[in-house]
């Protein structure tokens, strides 16, 4: 008996210097008032336009061309291993941008024939979106790699560099 109450009281007196540690009991247990950082600074809500570089025509266009290029791919592998349709739409839908900067570039003759593969592109990205279970994906993808193969073809720039505005 006197064990049992001697553990039981060495319990309470362990437990009780456990609860009140190092720190006074109240200041162990109540909640620290956030500390200010100073004083805060000001959010910038207008936005800063900067002035673009300055690029020659033949700048701009390699740049359009080569953002073109990687959107195609980009569209390319989206259609090889289908993943989401917001994706591809997305990919066509800055391969089309691309293509309209370049044929903004180019004289009246060769803004037509560019004109074309737009239209072919736009056409196709209504096949996409139309198309929920990506059931015509192959033809799609087939007609996006010709279109890359004829504007690779017709438009580099040392075959355009003469019809630029």
């Not at 800063?48 to 033949?58: D, H, I, Q, T």
């Not at 072919?120 to 890359?148: A, H, P, T």
Request: glycine residues 4%; positive net charge.
């Amino acid at each position: 008996m006197k064990l049992k109450k001697f553990i039981i009281i060495f319990g309470l007196l362990v437990m009780c210097f456990e609860l009140i540690g190092c720190d006074a009991f109240v200041r162990k247990f109540t909640r620290k008032k956030k500390k200010s950082a100073g004083p805060q600074e000001e959010m910038v809500i207008s936005p800063v336009e900067y002035p673009a570089p300055f690029l020659s025509k033949e700048q701009q266009y390699r740049k359009y061309f080569l953002y073109w290029q990687s959107w195609q791919d980009e569209l390319i592998d989206a259609l090889l291993y289908p993943t989401s349709r917001k994706r591809m739409i997305d990919c066509a839908d800055q391969s089309i941008e691309n293509l309209k900067s370049m044929q903004g570039m180019l004289n009246d003759k060769t803004k037509a024939r560019l004109g074309s593969y737009i239209d072919q592109m736009k056409g196709l990205k209504g096949k996409i979106e139309s198309n929920i279970y990506n059931q015509d994906i192959s033809y799609v993808r087939f007609s996006v790699e010709r279109i890359r193969r004829d504007v690779f073809r017709d438009f580099p720039y040392h075959k355009i560099k003469d019809k630029l505005l």
